[in-house]
């Protein structure tokens, strides 16, 4: 626990000094598509709750904004016929990103921190003998990952910025796998390795705090 | 797109050979270097009993068979062998160790020799039990059917 702790300090501490001392919030938003993809693709992850919010705020650069996501994941997969396993885990991601001053497109980069925790219990189902079940050892531990990501937007009523981002990223986790593929705040790790990688895309939505100005066509 | 393609391939190939522990109910596999003739088996504890089709000795040379189920709720499996004018009885002791294999697998569950004591009693007059384990790395894969190439054997030297 010490070490998500000390995490979230560095990366905070990083992310408060990268910004104008003011920090006045942009935007709040929510991912909307995590839960999404885990219900209806091939991946047996079993009852996901995934909940992922980001807080966005102004730089002193004009059209760059930083924001801090927090996530939560909770999910249960049949890692083999036998082996079925629950996974909790938290995240906190520090996001840059950069928007073209001309369009609605945008590309940056983030920071993400996760921690996960990950029960299992085997069960060997007897045709001579009952059913044996065991527990496997729980196991708990971190990933870091840095995500590059780029996408475009459609505002609607002004105030409402949806946000269709494709995204990738490098991940080095000494949870996820073997334990559990999945890092909350990133999604399936691909690699059973410690170094893997994630390729996504996602819908964002968020809640501008002021009221996008009308554009005006000019010349 | 290709590449990724043929980088799941070779990760999908690397991992076909492994075999992750004990995933259903394990067997003993008893090998007779004796001629034998068995009418009936018993195993104390069972629900239903060893049907006859399965108890008869392969009489190959180095050849594993018949196989038995283990109990995996208890750390001792106790056979009884029904021969015409004898009955001989088997128990094989074993202990239950759970350990991430790889990162394949992650955590299996495998059976081993008891750290200490005996690992068998029995009323044959020589055997010898050897123990492999479950698990089979990718790398050097064997085929593993009916506990051919892993799991608790029994070599049965002289009834």
Known sequence: MKKIYCWIFILLSCSVKAQDSTLKIRAIGVDVVK??????????????????CYVQFFTSKPNHYFSVSLGYADMSRKAQNHFLQSFRGYSV????????????????????????????????????????????????????????????????????????????????????????PYL?????????????????????FFYLIKRSPKRKLSH | ???????????????????????????????????????????????QDVPKEGIQPIQRPNALGPFFPLNLNSDSTTYIFTRPNRIDTLTVYYKKHIYSASNTCGYILDLEAPASGKTYTTTFKRIEVEYRSYYIPSQGAKLNSQGEESGIVVKIDEL
């Open chain 1, 35 to 52: 839960n999404v993809t885990h219900y209806v693709s091939a991946a047996d992850f079993q009852n996901p709750i995934i909940a992922e």
């Open chain 1, 93 to 180: 991601k520090t996001t840059w990103e950069q928007h073209n001053k001309n369009n609605r497109r945008f590309f940056g980069y983030s920071g993400v921190f996760s921690y996960g925790t990950v029960k299992g219990e085997l069960e060997i189902q007897g045709n001579y003998f009952p059913d044996y079940k065991t527990r496997t050892p729980y196991n708990q531990g971190i990933g870091l990952a840095l995500e590059g990501f780029a996408g475009t937007s459609a505002l609607l009523f002004r105030r409402v910025e949806t946000r269709f981002v494709f995204r990738g990223a490098a991940i080095i986790a000494d949870i996820g796998n073997p334990q559990f």
């Open chain 1, 184 to 204: 909350t705040g990133l999604g399936i790790s691909y690699l059973p390795e410690m170094l893997s990688f994630n390729v996504g895309a996602t819908i964002q």
């Open chain 2, 1 to 47: 797109m290709k590449l990724f393609l043929v980088f799941a391939l070779c990760c999908l190939l690397y991992s076909c050979g492994e075999q992750c522990g004990i995933e259903a109910e394990p067997v003993l596999a008893i090998q007779f270097r004796t001629e034998a003739t068995i009418s009936k088996v018993a195993i104390l504890g069972s629900l």
